[in-house]
């Protein structure tokens, strides 16, 4: 069998932009320390 090859750096910019449809963003980090705040069963 031959080894399969590895994924390129940019791969996920060339595959998004292959398919427009798709989009990505970035998402803020979560704060775990405000969401115990928010959890109704903790408070």
């Not at 590895?6 to 989009?23: A, D, H, I, M």
């Not at 980090?29 to 959890?39: I, L, S, V, W």
């Amino acid at each position: 069998t031959t080894p399969v090859p590895s994924v390129g750096e940019n791969w996920v910019t060339k595959f998004v932009q292959r398919y427009p449809l798709l989009s990505s963003r970035f998402l803020k980090r979560y704060n775990y320390e405000r969401a115990k705040y928010e959890d109704l069963k903790i408070i």
